[in-house]
Each structure stands twice: as structure tokens, then as C-alpha cells.
């Protein structure tokens, strides 16, 4: 269990209001992303953050923004949601150090998702 | 740019059968390998990795092999059980750094008794 919780789990909105998703992470890993998955496309990434404040598109970045004011927490906001993107996000982890890189440093840990639906 | 392409699914197999699920990927360098299991309701969680050619990764009974020479990573297990219900992803890592995943689309697999 990497230390990895989003919240909230479940989600029901409707279209054009604003929504925030959470993850927040207690293992001190260095890199956070967030993905959407949806059916036949697998997993994909929306954006990414390599540091506090440090972040970057991912493949599906329109209409998605995020915030990391701090290690452990990466928010996800839908400023204006719409139908297309209700989905069920994934927040991921990576790069955890501790002296020399662990094998594990480039192994990414999921949470347990968050499905949104936008009406 | 990077890809993975997985075998459509689903996969139905009885109990104690003989499991493959094909991954092929393209790459510009020499990325890492992965293989996610979801279970119905949950994250992702890893289940192999390969790091560089020719390592073949195991765990829980399912083996996958880096083949440079043909991009593919497939995914076999000589006898699966009800309990390996569940959609598998192949995933490469980004060339570009920050650790980023490329997935392929998933195969779910049902084990029937």
C-alpha cells in the first residue's frame, strides 16, 4: 500500500458547474499524475507534476487544470464540466527516494479512483 | 510517438487453462515495461516489470519477456485461476523522463470454473 487516497470516491455533478478532485499521498514520492480512464482507451494522462508547483500537460489536458502547493496533496480541477468528461480519474505516484534510487523509483502506485459523472 | 498496442479482449478461458495476452510496443530508446492488473472496482496495481532487453518479469505465476527484436512484451500464465479475473494493461515508460506511462487500451480476462 503506497499511502495514496483520492477523494472524493464518487462524484455527480452537472454540466458547466466547477469541480476539484483530490490526491493526497503520506510516502513522499516525488512525481504525481492524474489519468482518466475510459472504455477502449485504457489509461490517459492529463497532467503531471514533477515538484511543489511543478506541473505539465499530459495527453488530455483541455479543459483540465491542476494545483501542488504542497508534497503530498495534487488537484485536479474541471472548471466548466461537461458530459465528454465524465470518466473515472486515477491519481498516480512516483519516484520515492531514499539514498540511492530504489528499484522501485520508476514504478508508478495507483489510488482507488474517483468516478465522476457530469449530467 | 510512443504506442502500446494490446490483443482486443475479452479473453474467456476455463479454469487451469493456458493464459497469453500479446503486447507490442513502439519506442524511440529503451523503455521500461510494465504490466497493471485492476480488479472490478479498484486501481491499478503492478503486477511486472522489465527494465531492459531480455528481462523477464514474473510474479503471481504470470511471466512477460522484453524482446527488443520483435517490441513485444506478452503476457503468459500456465494456469489461470477464477481469481485472475480481471482487465490487464501493458504500459512502456516515457522516453521523456518524470517517469510518465504510455498504456495500451486494457484485455479483460474471465476465468470461468
Known amino acids: 500500500d503506497a499511502g495514496i487516497t483520492q477523494s472524493p470516491r464518487h462524484k455527480v455533478t452537472e454540466t458547466g458547474t466547477p469541480v476539484t478532485l483530490r490526491c493526497h499521498q503520506t510516502?513522499?514520492?516525488?512525481?504525481m499524475y492524474w489519468y482518466r480512464q475510459d472504455p477502449g482507451h485504457g489509461l490517459r494522462l492529463i497532467h503531471y507534476?514533477?515538484?511543489?508547483?511543478?506541473?505539465d500537460k499530459g495527453e488530455v489536458s483541455d479543459g483540465y487544470s491542476v494545483s501542488r502547493s504542497k508534497t503530498e496533496d495534487f488537484l485536479l480541477t474541471l472548471e466548466s464540466a461537461t458530459s465528454s468528461q465524465t470518466s473515472v480519474y486515477f491519481c498516480?505516484?512516483?519516484?520515492?527516494?531514499?539514498?540511492?534510487?530504489?528499484?522501485?523509483?520508476?514504478?508508478?502506485?495507483f489510488g482507488p479512483g474517483t468516478r465522476l459523472t457530469v449530467l | 510517438g510512443d504506442s502500446v498496442t494490446q490483443m482486443e479482449g475479452p479473453v474467456t478461458l476455463s479454469e487451469e487453462a493456458f493464459l497469453t495476452i500479446n503486447c507490442t510496443y513502439t519506442a524511440t530508446g529503451y523503455p521500461s515495461l510494465f504490466w497493471y492488473v485492476q480488479y472490478p472496482g479498484e486501481g491499478l496495481q503492478l503486477l511486472l516489470k522489465a527494465t531492459k532487453a531480455d528481462d523477464k518479469g514474473s510474479n503471481k505465476g504470470f511471466e512477460a519477456t522484453y524482446r527488443k527484436e520483435t517490441t513485444s512484451f506478452h503476457l503468459e500464465k500456465g494456469s489461470v485461476q477464477v481469481s485472475d479475473s480481471a482487465v490487464y494493461f501493458c504500459a512502456l515508460s516515457d522516453a521523456g523522463g518524470y517517469n510518465k506511462l504510455i498504456f495500451g487500451a486494457g484485455t479483460r480476462l474471465a476465468v470461468h470454473p
Open positions: 498516480a505516484i512516483s519516484g520515492k527516494t531514499s539514498g540511492e534510487k530504489p528499484s522501485s523509483y520508476n514504478e508508478q502506485f
Open positions: 510516502e513522499n514520492h516525488r512525481y
Open positions: 507534476s514533477y515538484g511543489v508547483k511543478d506541473t
